[in-house]
């Protein structure tokens, strides 16, 4: 009863250095969400997915990309890192039926930029 | 955009006090939800309002969701160092999305025992 699996759980890059955020969820949920976390600024959405092969931009996608080839995954890619991305980041997913049902978090990924 | 405002940013009371965090929306919201979120741990969902006035209780904590639909409340009584985390209220993203959630920046609750 796995739920949202984040992998790596922490990571240290240099800038501009690449390097992808791995979500797995095993619900078969329809949405999945990334999120980023930072002290006194609470959740941004970075990008979302709708559905297998589909994605969107969030409030906050500028050096972010992502991918959803398979429902069960997400990915979260950055290109050329840099400093103000140093952030926890969260993976989420829901289900579609009704609207707005409630998001299911992995543990998150703690990155940091040098 | 739609924004989703959360006060005291901060909270800190004596164990067996009560604590109340307030959530406010710049526009009607269709529901609410509310998050915790443990020191070092990833948000939970702890429940979700839909009608106009909404009452709900869960062992100490009790939710409110205005007449209006614009703001919301939840009220801890007689905390417990179990309670310590920060509270996030969560509304659909502009345009009414049934997808998208904006969150408040939390109310991060500490209790000294």
Same mark, same amino acid.
């Given at each position: 009863?796995?739920?949202?699996? @984040?992998?790596? #759980?922490?990571?240290?890059? #240099?800038?501009? @250095? ?9 619900? =078969?949920? !329809? ?7 930072? &002290? ?18 969030? !409030? ?11 429902? /069960?995954? +997400? ?7 840099? %400093?103000? @991305? ?8 829901? !289900? ?5 049902? &409630?998001?299911? +978090? ?9 | ?6 006060? &005291? ?6 164990? $067996? ?6 959530? =406010? ?17 990833? %948000? ?9 006035? !909404?009452?709900?209780? @869960?062992?100490?904590?009790?939710? /409110?969701? $205005?007449?209006?639909? #614009? ?32 969150? $408040? ?9």
């Amino acid at each position: 009863n796995a739920g949202v699996t @984040q992998t790596p #759980k922490f990571r240290v890059l #240099k800038t501009g @250095q690449s390097m992808t955020l791995l979500c797995a969820q095993d619900m =078969n949920h !329809e949405y999945m969400y990334w999120y980023r976390q930072d &002290p006194g600024m609470g959740l941004r959405l970075i990008h979302y997915s709708v559905g297998e092969g589909t994605t969107a931009k969030g !409030e906050v996608p500028d050096g972010y990309n992502v991918s959803r080839l398979k429902k /069960q995954n +997400f990915l979260l890619g950055l290109e050329s890192a840099a %400093p103000s @991305q140093t952030s926890v980041y969260f993976c989420a997913s829901s !289900e579609p039926r009704g609207g707005n049902q &409630p998001q299911h +978090f992995g543990d998150g990924t703690r990155l940091s930029i040098l | 955009g739609q924004q989703v405002m959360q006060i &005291p940013q901060y909270q800190h009371v004596q164990e $067996g006090e009560d604590f109340t965090t307030y959530c =406010n929306s710049s526009t009607t919201l269709s529901n609410i939800q509310w998050y915790k979120q443990r020191p070092g741990g990833h %948000p939970v969902f702890l429940i979700q309002l839909v009608k106009s006035g !909404e009452v709900k209780k @869960q062992k100490r904590l009790t939710f /409110q969701f $205005g007449e209006a639909k #614009k703001n919301s409340s939840l009220h801890i009584t007689a905390t417990q160092t179990t309670d310590v985390g920060t509270y996030f209220c969560a509304g659909p993203s502009s345009g009414g999305s049934n997808y998208k959630l904006t969150f $408040g920046k939390g109310t991060l609750l500490t209790v000294n025992p």
